[in-house]
């Protein structure tokens, strides 16, 4: 099959087209960006820049250690000095709070949401996953006392780890407690040396605050079994649940008196402090109305131009199919030309396949016929007392009758064999056996033609023997049929590597060389003129192919003609 060209492939050109659209459409929006909308791109931009990050760090450390914004204004104050950018904070209904400047202006945006229990990730990563900020400890934050204690464990776990050859650190974070990492230590590792140096035992006050949550957790479960620990890990969660997000907004909850009520935090600029610069006036409305309608109208028009093109050829295609014409002429070489093609193609073999159906049809009924009307024949002439209805009659009604049901039989198998319900019965079987009894049955047909075996050793394989003997039978009668009398007609079975070779071989009239090609094919006769006394049915052959392909094995001819020919049956010999 040759493929298309990739610039005339209608993809490459829906792609074009999509690409010219798209140009457009970018185009002109840029065109309008940079005509009308970047100071409005520059205000409404809703978002922190690079260095902005620490100023919204150091007010999320503020809320998360305060109850309040009463004495947030020194801090912003301090802020702006470093950063030399005024910073105000509004509540979330717009209500001024603080400011590092005396003017309650705000920027026309926002920068960020402050809230030490709900972090913005993309500006304060939160490893622990939980969008809380390290420093809102609340009722977990530890006395002096308690703190000197727990330091002291997290020291002798650290040297556990130390002794046994692992990287660890104690990292200590203001008012939480101190924590053991290590990069080099497992799990399990940490675990044990928490364990042995009681670095992972609570405190009284943790212990009061884990308590809590725990109750307000199971509250939010419903079924009051998780336990939480340090760490906010949890035990005694039925199998397949997560308390996660429970045991979080319980945290949530608990640590929510502890801390600032949410703020907007505004980073002022040079263009904000005056206020927004840009409105979008009438005539900037239908500008911008203009040259979308414009992108529009373009697109419409080369989708109109492109899809006209494209469906000529289907609609043409359609109608032949509809009227059942017989080619189309072939305009291009993209996939519709190759659809022209193939529908050309097509067609010729549907037009082959009907005069193939036709012929096999006339074959049918001829060879049916020519039984059926010597059967009738004979029945007439008895009727009419022209022949005598004795024992000689009826061999030849029983003769016919047996010609018809032989035929009546292949294109039974036939049509088994091209619906895929040809049934095989395999077994194990010793060949030169199977291929005795087929011999020894065309003898006593065959008075006048010599048939022998020689079999090379005696394999025993999986095959199916009734379906064999009816292909190797089926190749000896065709094989004694085409012999001259006093001729040897010889069978020959062998193993060849991994396969069974069975051979029929003759020394009659063999094939022609143009001929050889069809032998296998339905109702076909080297001599049409020949009839089925003399030329067979035209079907045994194809048998042959049909039940040697059914195992799995193939079947071919050599020949030449006035020196005979040699069928070679090849089987898979599967023991």
């Known amino acids: 099959m040759t493929r298309v060209p990739p ?27 940079a005509q009308s909308t970047r100071a409005t791109v520059q205000a409404q931009y809703n978002g922190i820049s690079d260095g902005e990050e620490m100023i919204y760090d150091e007010v999320v450390a503020y809320a998360a250690t305060h109850t309040d914004w009463s004495a947030v204004r020194p801090l912003l104050v301090e802020l702006a000095a470093r950063t030399g950018r005024p910073i105000s904070l509004s509540d979330p209904d717009g209500e001024f709070l603080a400011g590092s400047e005396t003017s309650t202006v705000r920027p026309a945006r926002r920068s960020a949401l402050v809230d030490p229990l709900y972090l913005e990730g993309y ?50 974070e203001t008012g939480g407690r101190p924590t053991l990492n290590s990069d080099d230590a497992s799990d399990a590792q940490l675990a044990g040396c928490a364990r042995e140096t ?5 405190t009284a006050t943790e212990q009061r605050a884990l308590d809590a949550l725990t109750t307000l957790t199971n509250a939010c479960l419903g079924d009051g079994t998780v ?72 697109a419409v028009a080369i989708t109109l131009v492109v ?32 659809l022209t093609t193939a529908f050309n193609d097509l067609t010729e073999r549907r037009e082959a396949g009907e005069r193939q159906r036709q012929a096999m049809v006339n074959d049918i009924a001829h060879e049916l016929g020519t039984p059926l009307t010597n059967i009738r024949a004979w029945l007439q002439a008895a009727r009419d007392g022209v022949a005598d209805p004795g024992p000689e009659l009826l061999d030849l009604l029983v003769d016919e009758a047996d010609v018809l049901q032989h035929i009546i039989d292949d294109l039974r198998d036939l049509a088994a064999a091209d619906a895929g319900r040809l049934r095989l019965h395999p077994e194990l079987v010793y060949v030169n056996e199977v291929l005795d009894q087929v011999a020894a049955v065309h003898r006593s047909r065959s008075s006048d033609v010599t048939i022998v075996t020689e079999p090379a050793g005696d394999p025993e394989v999986m095959l199916d023997p009734l379906r064999i003997r009816q292909a190797v039978g089926n190749l000896l009668s065709n094989a004694v049929r085409h012999s001259p009398p006093g001729a040897t007609v010889t069978v020959r079975s062998r193993l060849d590597g991994e396969d069974l070779v069975i051979e029929v071989v003759d020394t009659g009239d063999g094939i022609s060389e143009d001929d050889l090609p069809h032998v296998f094919t339905r109702f076909w006769r080297a001599d049409r003129s020949r009839s089925r006394h003399t030329g067979g049915s035209g079907l045994g052959l194809a048998i042959v192919r049909d039940l040697v392909g059914a195992h799995g094995g193939t079947v071919t001819v050599t020949s030449r003609a006035g020196h005979g020919s040699t069928f070679t049956i090849r089987l898979p010999a599967r023991a």
Not at 12 to 25: D, E, K, P, T, Y
């Open 7 to 33: 610039h005339r492939s209608l993809v490459a050109r829906l792609l074009g087209l999509s690409l010219v659209v798209m140009l457009c459409a970018v185009t002109a929006t840029a065109w309008l960006a």
């Open 123 to 172: 500006l304060s990563p939160d490893p622990a996953g939980r969008g809380i900020d390290w420093r809102a400890v609340g009722p977990y934050r530890l006395t002096e006392a308690e703190l000197a204690t727990v330091s002291a464990r997290a020291l002798a776990a650290e040297s556990c780890l130390l002794d046994k050859g692992l990287d660890a650190w104690v990292s200590r």
């Open 198 to 202: 009681g670095a992972d035992v609570p």
């Open 227 to 298: 336990t939480v620990l340090l760490g906010f890990t949890w035990t005694g969660a039925p199998a397949g649940s997560d308390p996660r997000t429970c045991i979080d907004d319980a945290l949530r909850m608990q640590l929510r008196p502890y801390v600032a009520p949410r703020a907007i935090l505004h980073i002022h600029d040079a263009a904000s402090v005056t206020g927004p610069v840009f409105d979008l006036s009438r005539a900037s409305t239908l500008r911008i109305a203009g040259v979308s309608a414009l992108v529009l109208a373009v």
């Open 307 to 338: 899809g006209v093109r494209m469906s000529r050829p289907l609609r043409a295609l359609t109608r032949a199919a509809e009227q059942g014409a017989a080619r189309l002429p072939i305009r291009g070489r993209d996939e519709i030309g190759r």
